[in-house]
């Protein structure tokens, strides 16, 4: 679940570029609008989010496939404010050096129109079925899509009593997601798979699989014993008590990514 929150995000954003009004401005969590380095006036964009998620264990095991992801998809549009340069009349809240910055646009009936296309097309850019990306979205959600909430996006959401509605419509997905993979066991056939094959060939995607394959595998791979063991949160004499362990343990020295040593876990 830990890098699958992560996972859902690069896909997602992968499924969602070129297939709407936003066309290439689709971006990987911006804090805010001004993030957005938007060089035309009034362009569409879309910001995609995995802050939140949560798995229900079983049998006080950490590693769970029944995890969930809240997927959260803001289509808006951005204003390009020009910020008076450095001087007496200053902008005090100009950014350094800067002489514009992206604000969310205030919408009226045309903009509203358009952030509600996008979102419809948003929507079906997901459902593509000559997409890989968007092939792959779905496989990697199979285990549910129960809810979708729009709400309105932007400052104004917060900011209930302000008569400003700004151009921005979110839609948060609660999504099934499948468990990531246990740290030391072969990549499994199926979605982990199809994923780092198609992200290996992807210029934007190449350095961050090979980041996250890190993960997951070691050279050489654990023995089913120890993946046994990280499956169920065992501990070693729990292990042994269930007979998955051999008596005779061998003393196989194990390194996690961070360079720590596992080898008494």
Same mark, same amino acid.
């Given at each position: 679940?830990?890098?699958?929150?992560?996972?859902?995000?690069?896909?997602?954003?992968?499924?969602?570029?070129?297939?709407?009004?936003?066309?290439?401005?689709?971006?990987?969590?911006?804090?805010?609008?001004?993030?957005?380095?938007?060089?035309?006036?009034?362009?569409?964009?879309?910001?995609?989010?995995?802050?939140?998620?949560?798995?229900?264990?079983?049998?006080?095991?950490?590693?769970?496939?029944?995890?969930?992801?809240?997927?959260?998809?803001?289509?808006?549009?951005?204003?390009?404010?020009?910020? +008076?340069?450095?001087? @007496? $009349?200053?902008? %005090?809240? !100009?950014?350094?050096?800067?002489?514009?910055?992206? #604000?969310?646009?205030?919408?009226?009936?045309?903009?509203?129109?358009?952030?509600?296309?996008?979102?419809?097309?948003?929507?079906?850019?997901?459902?593509?079925?000559?997409?890989?990306?968007?092939?792959?979205?779905?496989?990697?959600?199979?285990?549910?899509?129960?809810?979708?909430?729009?709400?309105?996006?932007?400052?104004?959401?917060?900011?209930?009593?302000?008569?400003?509605?700004?151009?921005?419509?979110?839609?948060?997905?609660?999504?099934?997601?499948?468990?990531?993979?246990?740290?030391?066991?072969?990549?499994?056939?199926?979605?982990?798979?199809?994923?780092?094959?198609? +992200?290996?060939?992807? @210029? $934007?995607?190449? %350095?961050? !699989?090979?980041?996250?394959?890190?993960?997951?595998? #070691?050279?050489?791979?654990?023995?089913?014993?120890?993946?046994?063991?990280?499956?169920?949160?065992?501990?070693?004499?729990?292990?042994?008590?269930?007979?998955?362990?051999?008596?005779?343990?061998?003393?196989?020295?194990?390194?996690?990514?961070?360079?720590?040593?596992?080898?008494?876990?």
């Amino acid at each position: 679940m830990i890098l699958g929150q992560d996972v859902l995000r690069l896909i997602t954003i992968k499924a969602l570029k070129g297939r709407t009004w936003a066309g290439g401005r689709v971006y990987d969590s911006p804090a805010q609008p001004a993030d957005l380095k938007i060089a035309e006036e009034r362009a569409p964009f879309i910001g995609v989010y995995t802050d939140d998620a949560d798995a229900d264990t079983e049998g006080d095991s950490l590693h769970n496939p029944d995890a969930r992801v809240q997927l959260t998809i803001e289509c808006a549009v951005a204003d390009q404010i020009v910020v +008076a340069p450095a001087g @007496p $009349d200053a902008n %005090a809240h !100009a950014p350094p050096g800067g002489t514009q910055t992206t #604000t969310l646009a205030q919408t009226d009936s045309a903009l509203e129109l358009s952030i509600g296309l996008l979102s419809q097309q948003a929507l079906q850019a997901l459902l593509a079925v000559d997409s890989p990306w968007s092939e792959l979205w779905r496989l990697f959600t199979v285990a549910g899509r129960p809810r979708v909430e729009v709400r309105r996006g932007g400052p104004g959401q917060q900011q209930q009593q302000s008569a400003i509605r700004f151009a921005s419509r979110i839609m948060r997905m609660q999504l099934g997601v499948l468990a990531d993979p246990v740290y030391g066991e072969p990549i499994p056939n199926g979605f982990w798979r199809e994923f780092f094959d198609l +992200a290996q060939d992807d @210029p $934007d995607l190449d %350095a961050a !699989a090979a980041l996250i394959k890190a993960h997951f595998e #070691t050279t050489p791979g654990l023995p089913s014993w120890r993946i046994e063991q990280k499956r169920g949160s065992y501990t070693l004499r729990g292990l042994t008590a269930l007979g998955i362990a051999p008596l005779d343990i061998p003393d196989i020295p194990e390194t996690d990514p961070g360079g720590r040593s596992a080898a008494a876990e």
